[in-house]
C-alpha cells in the first residue's frame, strides 16, 4: 500500500496533464453543445418548416445513435471521406453535438415552459423579438434549465472518458498507466474515480452557482444563496423557496421526462404565444 | 460516397450486426431489471430515519453517479477476471442506472399526495401494508415514463460494454472493422441501427408518458 501511495505521488504531475486533457473535452465539448444547442432548441420552435424540420431530424438523429458510435464513427469513418481531425477536435465534435441534441430538448422545453402570460405581456409592451427573447423569456428560461444543464454536463464529463479509446492521455489513461505501474488495480482506479468525482463535483458547484444567479438576477430569490444552495449535489426540494419558478419538481438526471413533460405545457404556452403575437 | 462504400460489405457484415444486436438488447433487458429493483430499495433506504443510514448512502450513490460508466466496467472486469464479462456489463450498468433510477423513485414517492398516507393512518393500516398496498402502486406508475425513457438512454450506452470485450453490436462492428480495415458501413450501421431500434421506442415512451399523466 505505501508503495502505491509513493508510485502515486510519482505520478502526480502527469495527473495534472490528464485532469487538463480532460477538462479541456469536457469544457470544450460543454461550450459546442450549448452552441448546438441554442441552436437546435430555438430552430425546433421556429414556425417554419424548413428550419423546424431540419432542426428536428438533427436532434433526433444525434439523440438516437449512440455517443460511442459517433465518437468511433468521427475517429475511423470521417478519415475515409477526407476530413482527418485531431483527437481533441473529434473528442469535442462528438461530445458536442451528442450533448448538444440533448441539450436542444432542454432549451426547448425550458422555453415552452416560460408562463405564457410572459409573452403576452411582451406583446402588451410592443418588444420586438429579439428584444422579447433576450430580455424577457430567456433569463426565465435560463434558470430553469440550468439544473438540467448541469446534469448534461456531469453526462459530458463521463462521456470523455472515451477519449482514452482515441489515444488522448486523460484521467482515464492515467488511471491505467497508475494500474501497470503499481499493478493493483483496486487502489489505482479507486483514485482514478475519485479524480472524476471530485472534477463532477467541482463542476455541479459552479453550475449551481450560476443557477443561484440567474435566479437572484430574476428576482426569485431575495437574499443570496445559501452556501447550502451552492454546495448540493442535487436539485433543490421543489416545496421549499428558490426553485424553479414554475414550480415543477426537478427530477434528477431525468432530462428526458423533463424535457417531455415540457412538451405538454410547453403546447399549451405556444399556443397562447402564437395567439397572442398573431392579435 | 462512390468507392467508398461498399453495398457488399454491408451486408456481409449486416448478420454479425444482428447477433450483435441480441447481445445488445439482453444487456439492457438484465440491466433495467437490475435497476428497477436495486433503485426501489435505494429510494426506500434513502428513507429511512437515522442519518446514519441515509448519509453514507447519498454519498456511494452520487459516486457512483457522477463518476464514468466506463472506468466502473474495466474496474469491475478487472477486479474480477473470473466473472464472464457480460455479466460484470449487465451488474455494472444495472447498477449504474440503479442511481438514476432511485431520483425516479424519490420523485414518484414524493409525488403520492399526503392525504394518501393520511388515509392509511386514519385506516389503522401496518406500515407495510401502506407501502405495498397504498403507496407504491401509485408511485410505480408515476416512475413508468422514467423508466422508459431510461431504458432508452441504457440501450444507447451499452456500446461501453466493448471495454470489457462483449461482443455487442458495436465491438461486433468494430472487430470486423480490424479485420476488413474498412470501418466506414459497419459503424455507419451500427449507427443506424441504433436509431432504428431506439428512436420509435423513445416515441412509445412519449405515448406512455401522455397516457399515462
Not at chain 1, 414554475?246 to 402564437?274: C, F, K, L
Request: proline share 5%; glycine share 8%; with cysteine.
Amino acid at each position: 500500500m505505501s508503495d502505491d501511495i509513493e508510485t502515486l505521488v510519482a505520478r502526480l504531475p502527469q495527473l495534472g496533464d490528464a485532469v487538463l486533457v480532460t477538462l479541456q473535452l469536457t469544457v470544450g465539448g460543454a461550450l459546442l453543445a450549448m452552441v448546438v444547442a441554442l441552436l437546435l432548441g430555438f430552430g425546433s420552435r421556429t414556425r417554419t418548416l424548413w428550419v423546424r424540420g431540419p432542426s428536428r431530424v438533427v436532434v433526433e438523429f444525434f439523440r438516437g445513435t449512440s455517443l460511442v458510435v459517433q465518437f468511433f464513427w468521427l475517429f475511423y469513418v470521417l478519415p475515409a471521406f477526407g476530413f482527418k481531425l485531431e483527437s481533441m477536435a473529434v473528442g469535442i465534435l462528438a461530445l458536442g453535438l451528442n450533448y448538444g441534441a440533448y441539450g436542444a430538448e432542454v432549451v426547448r422545453g425550458s422555453i415552452n415552459s416560460v408562463p405564457r402570460g410572459q409573452w403576452e405581456a411582451c406583446t402588451a409592451l410592443n418588444l420586438g423579438p429579439v428584444h422579447r427573447i433576450r430580455r424577457v423569456i430567456f433569463p426565465q428560461a435560463w434558470a430553469l434549465m440550468l439544473p438540467m444543464l448541469a446534469n448534461l454536463l456531469i453526462q459530458l464529463l463521463k462521456g470523455s472518458a472515451l477519449a482514452t479509446y482515441v489515444y488522448l492521455h486523460d484521467v482515464f489513461f492515467w488511471t491505467d498507466q497508475l494500474r501497470t505501474a503499481t499493478r493493483d488495480t483496486f487502489f489505482s482506479f479507486t483514485v482514478g474515480l475519485v479524480v472524476y468525482f471530485v472534477i463532477a463535483y467541482v463542476l455541479t458547484w459552479g453550475m449551481n452557482g450560476l443557477e443561484a444567479r440567474a435566479k437572484r438576477r430574476l428576482g426569485v430569490v431575495p437574499t443570496r444563496p445559501t452556501l447550502r444552495d451552492v454546495l448540493r449535489v442535487r436539485p433543490a426540494d421543489p416545496a421549499s423557496p428558490g426553485t424553479a419558478p414554475s414550480g415543477r419538481p426537478a427530477t434528477g438526471d431525468d432530462v428526458a421526462t423533463a424535457g417531455s413533460q415540457d412538451d405538454e405545457a410547453g403546447a399549451r404556452v405556444a399556443t397562447g404565444a402564437r395567439r397572442g403575437e398573431d392579435s | 460516397m462512390n468507392g467508398v462504400w461498399s453495398w457488399d460489405r454491408a451486408l456481409q457484415v449486416l448478420p454479425e450486426l444482428l447477433d450483435g444486436l441480441v447481445v445488445t438488447v439482453l444487456a439492457t433487458v438484465v440491466g433495467m431489471v437490475i435497476a428497477a429493483v436495486l433503485g426501489l430499495l435505494v429510494a426506500l433506504a434513502g428513507r429511512a430515519p437515522s442519518r446514519w443510514v441515509t448519509a453514507p448512502l447519498r454519498l456511494v450513490v452520487d459516486f457512483v453517479r457522477m463518476t464514468p460508466l466506463l472506468v466502473q466496467l474495466v474496474f469491475v472486469y478487472l477486479m474480477l477476471p473470473a466473472v464472464p464479462g457480460i455479466v460484470v456489463g449487465c451488474v455494472v450498468l444495472g447498477v449504474h442506472y440503479a442511481t438514476y433510477m432511485s431520483e425516479v423513485y424519490r420523485a414518484g414517492i414524493d409525488a403520492v399526495p399526503r392525504g394518501q398516507w393520511e388515509a392509511a393512518t386514519a385506516l389503522n393500516l401496518p406500515r407495510g401494508r401502506t407501502w405495498r398496498a397504498v403507496i407504491l402502486p401509485q408511485a410505480i406508475k408515476n416512475t413508468l415514463p422514467g423508466l422508459g425513457n431510461y431504458a432508452v438512454s441504457m440501450f444507447k450506452e451499452t456500446p461501453f460494454l466493448f471495454a470489457i470485450s462483449v461482443v455487442e453490436m458495436f465491438t461486433a462492428a468494430q472487430t470486423f472493422g480490424a479485420n476488413t480495415f474498412s470501418y466506414i458501413e459497419p459503424l455507419t450501421m451500427v449507427g443506424l441501427l441504433f436509431l432504428l431500434v431506439s428512436y420509435p421506442t423513445s416515441l412509445l415512451v412519449r405515448r406512455m408518458e401522455t397516457r399515462l399523466a
